[in-house]
């Protein structure tokens, strides 16, 4: 991975999933069952949690910090449970306000992926607490492998309901 191709890949799977929501409708944002009980709005919310989250794991990283990823208590074996909480928090919210946040938080993920230097992106070891891991696949976590997940999930989704 370099970190030109990582920024690709996060602009070229967040336009999918543009083309993708350009074909839905208010009514169909809050239409419950696109994954389980979670319409549109729901997984948009979701989204924008997560690449927020990333913002400041980035954020954390590049003033030297260790990034303060899990909750006091949690393990990414709990990460179903965190995802449930989150959508819990968010449930009520209207769709003005879910939309307008995802609106915001795209462009704040691209400049913040795009502010890290290569190096630190890519080599494995720049940073003991990914335990080997390169903060690019955090990056990538939380932007595009995420859009091209739930793009996938909605467009499954609607295939279904036209045909």
Same mark, same amino acid.
């Given at each position: 991975?370099?970190?030109?191709?990582?920024?690709?890949?996060?602009?070229?799977? &967040?336009?999918?999933? +543009?083309?993708? @929501? #350009?074909?839905?409708?208010?009514?169909?944002?809050?239409?419950?069952?696109?994954?389980? %009980?979670?319409?549109?709005?729901?997984?948009?919310?979701?989204?924008?949690?997560?690449?927020?989250?990333?913002?400041?794991?980035?954020?954390?990283?590049?003033?030297?910090?260790?990034?303060?990823?899990?909750?006091?208590?949690?393990?990414?074996?709990?990460?179903?449970?965190?995802?449930?909480?989150?959508?819990?928090?968010?449930? &009520?919210?209207?769709? +003005?306000?879910? @939309? #307008?946040?995802?609106?915001?938080?795209?462009?704040?993920?691209?400049?913040?992926?795009? %502010?890290?230097?290569?190096?630190?992106?890519?080599?494995?070891?720049?940073?003991?607490?990914?335990?080997?891991?390169?903060?690019?696949?955090?990056?990538?976590?939380?932007?595009?492998?995420?859009?091209?997940?739930?793009?996938?999930?909605?467009?499954?989704?609607?295939?279904?309901?036209?045909?």
């Amino acid at each position: 991975m370099t970190k030109s191709r990582l920024l690709e890949e996060i602009q070229i799977e &967040h336009q999918r999933l +543009e083309k993708t @929501l #350009a074909m839905v409708d208010e009514e169909q944002m809050l239409i419950p069952g696109v994954i389980d %009980e979670w319409t549109i709005k729901d997984i948009l919310a979701h989204i924008t949690v997560w690449e927020q989250r990333m913002v400041r794991w980035l954020g954390e990283a590049m003033s030297g910090e260790e990034a303060h990823m899990l909750p006091d208590g949690m393990t990414w074996d709990d990460l179903d449970d965190w995802n449930e909480q989150t959508y819990q928090e968010h449930l &009520h919210r209207p769709v +003005e306000q879910v @939309l #307008a946040d995802y609106e915001l938080s795209y462009p704040q993920a691209l400049k913040a992926a795009k %502010e890290v230097p290569e190096q630190d992106l890519i080599d494995p070891d720049r940073f003991d607490w990914r335990e080997g891991d390169p903060l690019w696949v955090m990056v990538a976590a939380n932007t595009f492998w995420h859009y091209k997940e739930h793009e996938e999930s909605i467009r499954a989704w609607l295939e279904k309901l036209d045909g």
